[in-house]
C-alpha cells in the first residue's frame, strides 16, 4: 500500500453507480524532468504549468462489488499489456483507500474519451490520470479536496498533479521531516488572470521512441548536466511565477525557451541518448524567433515528443497559427486557451450502457498516442 504517499483528509461521502470527470491537459513552462522517488512519484525538480483548456479528456469509472480484472476503454479501444497494468495499478491504490475508509470496492469499468486527437500525438497523461482521480474517487464513495486529488493523480502521473487545479499550477517537491520526498502543487493563477493561448503545433506524430518515465531515469542515471538541472529549475521557476504574476510574456517567454532546451539537451546526452525533437520541430523553433525578431512576442516549449507547443497573446494567435502552418512539416496546429480545474460532471451514468453484459465494446477502435 501506498500509505506513505496517499493524501490525508479523504473522506467517505454517498457511493454512486458511477461517477464522471473532466480534466484538461497542460504544458509545463518550467518542466519536471527526473524523479526523487519512483515510487511516489516525485518529482526531483519543481514545475510550472498552463492549463489547455482546448485539450481535455472525460473519463467515467464504475465498481463493482466483485473482485475481478479491471476493464479500460480508451478511445473506444480495450487497453491491454503495460497501458492497462498502469491503470490497474492506479485503481489498486484507490481501491486500497477506499478499504481504509470502509468502502471496499472491487473491480472497475473506465471509459475514457479524448475530445483531441490522440492519433495525432496528442495523448496526455496528465489529463488521462486526472480525470481519472477525480471520477474514480468519487465512483468509490469518497472525496477530497482540490490539493489531495492533485496528490491522488501524481501517483498516477507526476504531471497529472497540475491538471486538477487549472489555470497557472506549480509542483515543487518538498522533503519531509523523516527524510522521505513529497510535492505539493499550488495554483500561481487562475485561468482568468491571463488571456495567453497556447498552439500545439504537430509534428510527426506517429514516432515516439520512448516513453517519458524510463526516458527521465536514464537522464538522471547517465546525462552529465543532470546535477546542473538540478541547481537550476529553482530559479526558472521563480521567474515564471513573478512573470505570471506580472503578465510579463516577454520574461515568461525567455524562462520557458531555456528549460525547455534544458530538457531536451539533458535527453540529448543520456546514454544511449534520446531524441525527442525531429526536423520540422527544429524548424518550427526557428519560426518562432523568426516571429519574434518581427516584433510578435511568443515562446516555444516541447515535451517528451516531437510537437512543438508555442505560446503567445491572445491578439497574436492567428499570426502564430499562420505562421506555424506555413513550417514544412507541422500537420495541424490546434489552439488553447488557458484551462479551469478537473471538474467532476455526473455521476448517474449507468455503466451497464457501455460494459453490455459480455464485456465487448462496439465503438472504433483508434490508435492511441503516447502522453507527451
Ligand atoms: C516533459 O508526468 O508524463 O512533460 O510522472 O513518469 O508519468 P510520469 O511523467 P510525466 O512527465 C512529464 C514530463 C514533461 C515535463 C512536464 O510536464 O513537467
Redesign the pocket.
Known amino acids: 500500500m501506498h500509505e506513505k504517499y496517499a493524501p490525508e483528509g479523504i473522506s467517505p461521502v454517498e457511493r454512486p453507480a458511477a461517477a464522471t470527470a473532466r480534466a484538461c491537459s497542460n504544458v509545463?513552462l518550467v518542466?519536471?524532468?527526473g524523479k526523487v522517488d519512483e515510487r511516489g512519484?516525485v518529482p526531483a525538480t519543481g514545475?510550472l504549468?498552463v492549463t489547455l483548456g482546448g485539450l481535455k479528456t472525460e473519463t467515467t469509472v464504475a465498481f463493482s462489488d466483485r473482485d475481478g480484472p479491471d476493464l479500460v476503454v480508451l478511445d473506444g479501444r480495450s487497453l491491454g499489456g503495460r497501458e492497462a497494468a498502469r491503470v490497474a495499478s492506479f485503481l489498486d491504490l484507490v481501491r486500497e483507500i477506499a478499504a481504509v475508509h470502509g468502502r471496499p470496492v472491487g473491480a472497475a469499468s473506465v471509459r475514457s474519451v479524448n475530445y483531441f486527437p490522440t492519433a495525432a500525438g496528442l495523448a496526455s497523461?496528465?489529463s488521462g490520470f486526472a480525470a481519472l482521480a477525480g471520477a474514480s474517487l468519487r465512483a468509490a464513495g469518497l472525496g477530497g479536496s482540490e490539493d489531495e486529488l492533485a496528490t491522488l493523480a501524481r501517483l498516477g502521473?507526476?504531471?497529472?498533479a497540475r491538471s486538477v487545479h487549472g489555470g497557472f499550477v506549480e509542483l515543487v517537491p518538498y522533503m519531509l521531516e523523516s527524510g522521505a520526498w513529497n510535492a505539493r502543487t499550488a495554483r500561481v493563477a487562475a485561468e482568468g488572470h491571463w488571456d495567453l493561448r497556447v498552439l500545439v503545433a504537430v509534428v510527426d506524430a506517429g514516432y515516439k521512441p520512448i516513453g517519458?518515465?524510463p526516458a527521465?531515469a536514464r537522464t538522471a542515471a547517465t546525462s552529465p548536466y543532470y546535477g546542473g538541472w538540478l541547481e537550476t529549475w529553482g530559479a526558472d521557476l521563480a521567474d515564471a511565477r513573478d512573470s505570471i504574476i506580472a503578465r510579463d510574456l516577454e520574461r515568461l517567454a525567455s524562462v520557458t525557451e531555456h528549460s525547455a532546451l534544458k530538457?531536451h539537451a539533458l535527453t540529448m546526452t543520456s546514454r544511449p541518448p534520446v531524441q525527442f525533437l525531429r526536423g520540422p520541430s527544429i524548424e518550427t523553433m526557428h519560426a518562432v524567433w523568426d516571429l519574434r525578431t518581427s516584433g510578435t512576442l511568443c515562446a516555444f516549449t516541447a515535451?517528451?515528443g516531437p510537437n512543438i507547443k508555442v505560446l503567445c497573446s491572445a491578439a497574436d494567435e492567428e499570426r502564430v497559427r499562420a505562421a506555424l502552418m506555413s513550417v514544412q512539416g507541422v500537420q495541424s496546429v490546434r489552439a488553447s486557451a488557458v484551462g479551469g480545474p478537473m471538474e467532476v460532471v455526473g455521476h448517474d451514468v449507468d455503466p451497464v450502457a457501455w460494459r453490455g453484459a459480455s464485456g465487448e465494446h462496439e465503438e472504433p477502435s483508434q490508435e492511441a498516442g503516447d502522453?507527451?
Not at 157 to 160: D, R
Open positions: 509545463a518542466k519536471y524532468w512519484r514545475s504549468s497523461s496528465a502521473s507526476a504531471s497529472a517519458s518515465t527521465m530538457l515535451d517528451a502522453g507527451e
